[in-house]
């Protein structure tokens, strides 16, 4: 069973720090990754996508992929209230569906 | 403007009753999904279907039934067979292939009375 393992948290960082969330696969063969969040009650929205090693950045996210440590992350900058959610990452396993992480919840506090 | 609708938004079930959820896409999307999410919890898979007229189980199908008639459409019935259907629903839709994201409906929350 091809896995995504994330810390499930809570994982609390104070307004305008730097939030690191770590995901790790086990499949080799997976080629792109996926970061969703999700806020309390609400259903999962797709935020970043990375399919090199490398950074990708978009405004204060920043996907960083490790395909040699099976490592991805997400991290955020200038954390605000409003990114105080769950953070899912998701992989693919060959021809089955993506697999989900159980999710890293983030509280960002004021 | 594209996107997946899931109905009813809340739901409650009697003892005994099969009920339906309600999931499209507009998006012309060939893989549909359906996830089971308790408080606190992750997402399971319940069923999915990559095209029309097939449909394969996921970790956490007993319980439910599913029909893939049309592209745009995946229902999903929660049997009286499943013992504790209370929890929160959501169906995604996928282009293509695994290397693509799922995008995801709002959500159905099912409560039993």
């Known amino acids: 069973q091809k896995e995504v393992e994330q810390n499930s948290g809570p994982l609390s960082v104070p307004e305008g720090a730097i939030a690191s969330l770590n995901c790790t696969y086990s499949d080799r063969g997976s080629q792109s990754f996926f970061w969703y969040r999700q806020y309390s009650g609400k259903s999962p929205e797709l935020i970043m996508f990375?399919?090199?090693?490398g950074d990708k950045e978009d405004g204060r996210f920043t996907a960083q992929l490790n395909k040699a440590s099976q490592y991805v992350s997400l991290l955020i900058r200038d954390s605000q209230p409003s990114d105080s959610a769950t953070y899912l990452c998701a992989a693919p396993s060959g021809n089955t569906p993506l697999v989900f992480g159980k999710g890293t919840r983030l509280s960002v506090i004021a | 403007d594209g996107g997946i609708t899931q109905s009813p938004k809340y739901l409650f079930r009697k003892e005994g009753q099969n009920v339906t959820l309600s999931c499209e896409q507009n998006l012309n999307h060939d893989a549909m999904y359906w996830y089971r999410q308790d408080p606190g919890q992750g997402l399971r898979l319940i069923y999915y279907?990559?095209?029309?007229?097939?449909?394969q189980k996921g970790d956490i199908a007993e319980g439910y039934s599913v029909s893939r008639e049309k592209k745009e459409s995946f229902p999903l019935t929660v049997t009286s067979a499943q013992k504790n259907p209370t929890a929160f629903y959501l169906c995604?839709?996928?282009?293509?292939?695994?290397?693509?994201?799922?995008?995801f409906g709002d959500g159905t929350r099912l409560s039993i009375l």
């Open positions: 990375i399919y090199s090693n």
């Open positions: 279907s990559q095209i029309v007229n097939d449909f």
């Open positions: 995604a839709s996928q282009l293509g292939g695994g290397n693509q994201p799922q995008h």
